[in-house]
């Protein structure tokens, strides 16, 4: 090419791209496009024309409070919504769905306002809206990080097709205790992980393009430390240091921020005596200060009014000086705003500027989705007939599924079962039932929309399969079967199941919790099997002890008694739509088994809060075979009965050669050689830990720091190779500051955080 040539491109060039200078679209750090600069003129210039009760009104968020196309309301509560919404006092609406009625909603604000401020509408839209993926905390068991993203964004096309543009997920709280009913909900124990998980999550939900008409705004909640209430009874009080606020509970929620989440939630328990939704500390001086994050903080369900149960506020209008103060742009259904902030404004009590910065964020956000370019863009029918339940959606759903599944135990190669010549016995009531695998948070789910495990296995038609319930999954005293209520010690349909086992040559059996067992409100003191499904696998396995126990759950359990009696268990949580499918694939090798823990599993709930990435303690092992004072239990081993990132395959994978090359003062190479030892293609989640021998504050014995999902062939083998820099090695110090401090540290890898492949190094 000839000098004038190549002078005529660069003129070309240079000319496109100063053309393009004040308008083109970018594409920004977080994956996400926004116009440079215009966004924030048009808020201004709209701030400028609000009265100050209209911006107040962009800080509101109602529940859906009446059919949108049936009668206007005439009194009440609603009557009130409704004149509000009308007056535009109204920003933000949860809980109205279907193109119908948001469009009508959506109508009223946009066309009978002053101002005409399209409505954000939110929804929680947590494994999916009508399609289902699996339950979060099984997601996370998958460890694959492109599935994850993509169950997200199959679920906010299909919520943008039913007419949502906002999410309140995803759920990114640390949580070690499995009481807790709300770990089903979030990525499990470990901040590193959960961090992972959680940008996935961000991404898949905003996509690259938020103004696309299949992407949603996330929501990062709860800021921040909810996973850690006490006595894992949901909404407790929390009480935690700050070596464990900075390392463990803040990550996640970093990393969110930094993928370009669009909103945080804040949460409902307090920190260090003040409520979270009155904390300035987390929304003013972390959130929007020190991490600079410029998205929108909206308050849980009433938890600026509750912050008067706490003995924080005198009364409604105090809190809401309070929760402006502190940093929550928006009032979700605690009405505070709506009804004080004017005033308080007027009275010199709340500054003006803090309101503005709130109604700032909000419009911006606005914007971002596209909302004042067309606020009808999420509400066509056509659009919703196509893509809600589509096959496309449903066949990644069953992806995700068949990733999630962990492999517990397999001894006597009792798994896959044979295709052919078989007599299959498939027992319990969760082994039927197509409305439990759909799992907590399905609001916009239809009941029985899942493939049961029956159907899954009706499948395969090479083995005679007998069904019997065995026993009803209880909840309280209520069954989901029917919504009846029961005698939770009914035993009646014990002997058909055991009649049933008795002629089989496998029995699967399908125990667990009941779909709305875990989630919000939902804790438990105890983690076993509910009802008399313990007693029914006691009863059977007298009968015949070739059992594959399959567990249907939203959180781990303690299933000693199974573990040390039953040859085959498979953590097959809450599936989703497509459970049965996925589950039966697994079972007859169809698709090998791949998933791995996100939460340890206890030997007994005494043990909880328990989690792999503890403290040493000044007495952490046993000095003298008779010696009692040291770290234990007198009638309890201190070991999980599963550990975090335990999982196994229907292969085997060998690990050798662990070496580890310093590069430089703060940069560590290590590398494995893996080896699929076994006689079948597999994947395995190779993972990395890291302790710091001693440091200025205390750290773990083990710290995850890398992992890499590989698929080897039989006999095959890889060298996986992990980067360490001082993002890996450092820590928090107890003033909230990352530091990296040289000095003696080992690294593990393995296939669990129970590896004993360890190699040490000094920097």
């Given at each position: 090419?000839?000098?004038?040539?190549?002078?005529?491109?660069?003129?070309?060039?240079?000319?496109?791209?100063?053309?393009?200078?004040?308008?083109?679209?970018?594409?920004?750090?977080?994956?996400?496009?926004?116009?440079?600069?215009?966004?924030?003129?048009?808020?201004?210039?709209?701030?400028?024309?609000?009265?100050?009760?209209?911006?107040?009104?962009?800080?509101?968020?109602?529940?859906?409070?009446?059919?949108?196309?049936?009668?206007?309301?005439?009194?009440?509560?609603?009557?009130?919504?409704?004149?509000?919404?009308?007056?535009?006092?109204?920003?933000?609406?949860?809980?109205?769905?279907?193109?119908?009625?948001?469009?009508?909603?959506?109508?009223?604000?946009?066309?009978?306002?002053?101002?005409?401020?399209?409505?954000?509408?939110?929804?929680?839209?947590?494994?999916?809206?009508?399609?289902?993926?699996?339950?979060?905390?099984?997601?996370?068991?998958?460890?694959?990080?492109?599935?994850?993203?993509?169950?997200?964004?199959?679920?906010?096309?299909?919520?943008?097709?039913?007419?949502?543009?906002?999410?309140?997920?995803?759920?990114?709280?640390?949580?070690?205790?499995?009481?807790?009913?709300?770990?089903?909900?979030?990525?499990?124990?470990?901040?590193?992980?959960?961090?992972?998980?959680?940008?996935?999550?961000?991404?898949?939900?905003?996509?690259?393009?938020?103004?696309?008409?299949?992407?949603?705004?996330?929501?990062?909640?709860?800021?921040?430390?909810?996973?850690?209430?006490?006595?894992?009874?949901?909404?407790?009080?929390?009480?935690?240091?700050?070596?464990?606020?900075?390392?463990?509970?803040?990550?996640?929620?970093?990393?969110?921020?930094?993928?370009?989440?669009?909103?945080?939630?804040?949460?409902?328990?307090?920190?260090?005596?003040?409520?979270?939704?009155?904390?300035?500390?987390?929304?003013?001086?972390?959130?929007?200060?020190?991490?600079?994050?410029?998205?929108?903080?909206?308050?849980?369900?009433?938890?600026?009014?509750?912050?008067?149960?706490?003995?924080?506020?005198?009364?409604?209008?105090?809190?809401?000086?309070?929760?402006?103060?502190?940093?929550?742009?928006?009032?979700?259904?605690?009405?505070?705003?709506?009804?004080?902030?004017?005033?308080?404004?007027?009275?010199?009590?709340?500054?003006?500027?803090?309101?503005?910065?709130?109604?700032?964020?909000?419009?911006?956000?606005?914007?971002?989705?596209?909302?004042?370019?067309?606020?009808?863009?999420?509400?066509?029918?056509?659009?919703?007939?196509?893509?809600?339940?589509?096959?496309?959606?449903?066949?990644?759903?069953?992806?995700?599924?068949?990733?999630?599944?962990?492999?517990?135990?397999?001894?006597?190669?009792?798994?896959?079962?044979?295709?052919?010549?078989?007599?299959?016995?498939?027992?319990?009531?969760?082994?039927?039932d197509k409305t439990s695998p759909l799992g907590?948070?399905?609001?916009?789910?239809?009941?029985?929309?899942?493939?049961?495990?029956?159907?899954?296995?009706?499948?395969?038609?090479?083995?005679?399969?007998?069904?019997?319930?065995?026993?009803?999954?209880?909840?309280?005293?209520?069954?989901?079967?029917?919504?009846?209520?029961?005698?939770?010690?009914?035993?009646?349909?014990?002997?058909?199941?055991?009649?049933?086992a008795k002629q089989a040559d496998v029995v699967?059996?399908?125990?667990?919790?009941?779909?709305?067992?875990?989630?919000?409100?939902?804790?438990?003191?105890?983690?076993?099997?509910?009802?008399?499904?313990?007693?029914?696998?006691?009863?059977?396995?007298?009968?015949?002890?070739?059992?594959?126990?399959?567990?249907?759950?939203?959180?781990?359990?303690?299933?000693?008694?199974?573990?040390?009696?039953?040859?085959?268990?498979?953590?097959?949580?809450?599936?989703?739509?497509?459970?049965?499918?996925?589950?039966?694939?697994?079972?007859?090798?169809?698709?090998?088994?791949?998933?791995?823990?996100?939460?340890?599993?206890?030997?007994?709930?005494?043990?909880?809060?328990?989690?792999?990435?503890?403290?040493?303690?000044?007495?952490?092992?046993?000095?003298?075979?008779?010696?009692?004072?040291?770290?234990?239990?007198?009638?309890?081993?201190?070991?999980?009965?599963?550990?975090?990132?335990?999982?196994?395959?229907?292969?085997?994978?060998?690990?050798?050669?662990?070496?580890?090359?310093?590069?430089?003062?703060?940069?560590?190479?290590?590398?494995?050689?893996?080896?699929?030892?076994?006689?079948?293609?597999?994947?395995?989640?190779?993972?990395?830990?890291?302790?710091?021998?001693?440091?200025?504050?205390?750290?773990?014995?083990?710290?995850?720091?890398?992992?890499?999902?590989?698929?080897?062939?039989?006999?095959?083998k890889k060298t996986v190779r992990f980067k360490?820099?001082?993002?890996?090695?450092?820590?928090?110090?107890?003033?909230?500051?990352?530091?990296?401090?040289?000095?003696?540290?080992?690294?593990?890898?393995?296939?669990?955080?129970?590896?004993?492949?360890?190699?040490?190094?000094?920097?």
């Amino acid at each position: 090419m000839t000098r004038i040539k190549q002078y005529i491109i660069l003129v070309i060039l240079f000319v496109f791209i100063s053309s393009c200078k004040d308008n083109t679209v970018i594409k920004t750090e977080n994956n996400l496009t926004t116009s440079n600069g215009v966004i924030e003129k048009k808020v201004t210039s709209l701030l400028s024309k609000m009265t100050l009760e209209e911006k107040i009104g962009q800080m509101n968020q109602y529940n859906g409070f009446w059919d949108v196309t049936g009668p206007t309301p005439e009194s009440g509560d609603a009557s009130k919504k409704y004149e509000h919404l009308k007056k535009g006092y109204v920003g933000s609406m949860l809980n109205v769905r279907g193109v119908d009625e948001i469009k009508a909603v959506q109508k009223i604000a946009v066309e009978e306002t002053r101002l005409g401020i399209p409505l954000i509408i939110g929804f929680d839209v947590i494994h999916g809206y009508e399609t289902l993926s699996p339950i979060p905390l099984a997601e996370a068991a998958s460890w694959d990080l492109d599935a994850i993203e993509l169950s997200a964004k199959m679920a906010a096309k299909e919520a943008a097709a039913a007419g949502i543009n906002w999410t309140f997920a995803p759920m990114v709280d640390i949580s070690r205790d499995a009481r807790w009913g709300r770990v089903m909900e979030g990525a499990g124990e470990d901040p590193y992980l959960g961090s992972k998980i959680a940008i996935a999550r961000v991404q898949g939900f905003q996509g690259y393009d938020l103004a696309s008409p299949e992407t949603i705004a996330a929501c990062a909640k709860h800021w921040a430390g909810y996973g850690f209430a006490e006595a894992g009874r949901d909404y407790n009080t929390v009480d935690v240091g700050t070596s464990t606020l900075n390392n463990i509970i803040f990550p996640p929620f970093k990393a969110a921020a930094d993928a370009g989440v669009k909103t945080f939630m804040n949460s409902f328990n307090e920190l260090n005596g003040v409520p979270a939704t009155g904390n300035a500390f987390l929304q003013r001086d972390i959130l929007k200060g020190k991490w600079k994050y410029d998205g929108f903080v909206v308050s849980d369900w009433g938890s600026i009014k509750e912050m008067m149960e706490h003995g924080y506020a005198k009364n409604k209008n105090h809190a809401a000086k309070l929760a402006i103060k502190a940093g929550s742009d928006m009032d979700m259904e605690s009405y505070a705003y709506v009804d004080e902030l004017a005033n308080l404004v007027r009275d010199g009590e709340v500054d003006e500027a803090l309101i503005n910065d709130a109604v700032r964020r909000i419009l911006t956000v606005k914007y971002e989705l596209g909302l004042f370019d067309d606020p009808y863009k999420y509400c066509n029918k056509e659009t919703a007939k196509k893509v809600i339940g589509s096959k496309e959606i449903n066949e990644a759903v069953l992806e995700v599924a068949k990733k999630s599944i962990v492999l517990l135990k397999n001894e006597k190669q009792l798994l896959p079962i044979k295709k052919e010549g078989q007599r299959i016995a498939l027992i319990g009531a969760l082994a039927s039932d197509k409305t439990s695998p759909l799992g907590s948070w399905r609001l916009a789910a239809k009941d029985s929309t899942a493939v049961s495990v029956l159907e899954g296995m009706q499948n395969y038609h090479g083995n005679k399969l007998t069904y019997a319930k065995g026993a009803d999954v209880t909840y309280g005293e209520t069954t989901f079967a029917n919504e009846l209520k029961i005698n939770v010690s009914d035993k009646s349909d014990f002997a058909e199941a055991i009649n049933v086992a008795k002629q089989a040559d496998v029995v699967v059996m399908v125990l667990g919790e009941h779909g709305f067992q875990s989630g919000e409100a939902r804790s438990r003191t105890k983690l076993d099997l509910p009802g008399v499904q313990q007693d029914l696998l006691e009863a059977v396995y007298e009968v015949n002890p070739n059992i594959v126990l399959v567990l249907n759950n939203g959180r781990p359990l303690a299933i000693t008694w199974a573990d040390e009696h039953i040859p085959a268990i498979v953590e097959a949580w809450q599936l989703g739509t497509q459970s049965g499918h996925a589950i039966a694939q697994v079972l007859y090798g169809d698709y090998n088994p791949s998933g791995k823990l996100p939460m340890t599993f206890p030997r007994h709930v005494g043990q909880v809060p328990l989690y792999y990435n503890y403290k040493n303690t000044g007495r952490p092992i046993i000095p003298a075979p008779d010696e009692v004072f040291w770290s234990h239990y007198i009638d309890e081993s201190n070991k999980p009965l599963y550990p975090f990132g335990h999982g196994l395959s229907y292969t085997t994978f060998s690990y050798a050669n662990l070496t580890v090359d310093k590069k430089s003062a703060d940069e560590v190479m290590v590398s494995v050689d893996v080896t699929n030892s076994g006689q079948v293609k597999g994947k395995e989640v190779v993972q990395l830990y890291i302790r710091d021998m001693v440091s200025s504050v205390t750290r773990p014995v083990k710290e995850l720091k890398g992992f890499e999902l590989i698929e080897l062939k039989p006999q095959e083998k890889k060298t996986v190779r992990f980067k360490l820099t001082k993002s890996e090695l450092g820590f928090f110090n107890n003033n909230g500051e990352f530091v990296f401090e040289t000095g003696e540290f080992k690294v593990f890898v393995g296939g669990s955080s129970e590896t004993s492949w360890e190699h040490g190094f000094e920097l």
